[in-house]
């Protein structure tokens, strides 16, 4: 079964850049479809990004759009997450989840929802603070 791993997480000063990273241990994420979603303590688990699995479509949640860029690189089977300026909001868990692409092209409200996905790693901390 595929597995998700979160890494690259941390502590950074408001301002900042990080790039977080989305592999796999299992099989290939080439076919997947992939979202990084963020959980603040005590709030819901948030769309931020998402790539399908040609790379040829990205999305972004709007308080995310022009400071964070997603991408992907295959021959790693990796997803980035490059975030840029970061704010203290930005401070959360940072989740990424895989569904299949099945050949089809799907809108930005299906990455934008949690139970799209079927996979789902463990997540890895990212704190903003001065």
């Known amino acids: 079964q595929e597995h998700l791993i979160e890494s690259g997480g941390g502590l950074v000063h408001p301002g900042d850049s990080l790039r977080i990273s989305c592999t796999s241990s299992g099989p290939t994420l080439s076919h997947s479809n992939i979202g990084w979603f963020r959980q603040a303590p005590g709030k819901e688990r948030d769309f931020v990004a998402g790539i399908s699995h040609n790379a040829a479509y990205t999305h972004y949640a709007d308080s995310v759009k022009g400071r964070f860029s997603i991408s992907r690189d295959y021959a790693k089977n990796t997803i980035y997450l490059q975030m840029n300026n970061l704010k203290p909001e930005d401070t959360a868990i940072y989740y990424c989840?895989?569904?299949?692409?099945?050949?089809?092209?799907?809108?930005?409200?299906?990455?934008?929802?949690?139970?799209?996905?079927?996979?789902w790693g463990q997540g890895t901390m990212v704190t903003v603070s001065p």
């Open positions: 989840g895989a569904f299949d692409a099945n050949g089809l092209v799907y809108s930005t409200s299906y990455y934008q929802y949690y139970g799209s996905y079927e996979h």
